[in-house]
Nanobody
């Protein structure tokens, strides 16, 4: 069983930066993929970024590529999402997800483990 806890959300002006953290507890095997998704009110949950626990291969949604960076600290069992050049359309609740043997990291239904989310609000 894996538990995930996000932190780092808040209110920021457009153009600003935030760093989200996702601390994992439980056994994180090398076969895990960790992902970040976001959901704005009234909208579906969208893929943001993902990283392979082993090797560190990364994946990004086109809307955030070049602005967001996902990374992991395997010793701390923590995944980070560094968000820069934030836009009002980045406003959403951000969720961390994890699972093993994820073939399509962009698909939210492939993840079994989810955190409670952390809210990000970008003002214009």
């Amino acid at each position: 069983q894996v538990q995930l806890a996000e932190s780092g959300g808040g209110l920021v002006q457009a153009g600003g930066s935030l760093r989200l953290s996702c601390a994992a507890s439980g056994r994180i095997l090398s076969s895990y993929t960790m992902g970040w998704f976001r959901q704005a009110p009234g909208k579906e949950r969208d893929f943001v970024a993902a990283i392979r626990w082993s090797g560190g291969d990364t994946f990004y949604a086109p809307s955030v590529k070049g602005r967001f960076t996902i990374s992991r600290d395997t010793a701390k069992k923590t995944v980070y999402l560094q968000m820069s050049s934030l836009k009002p359309e980045d406003t959403a609740k951000y969720y961390c997800a994890a699972d093993q043997e994820v073939v399509r990291p962009q698909l939210h239904y492939t993840y079994d483990y989810w955190g409670q989310g952390t809210r990000v609000t970008v003002s214009s």
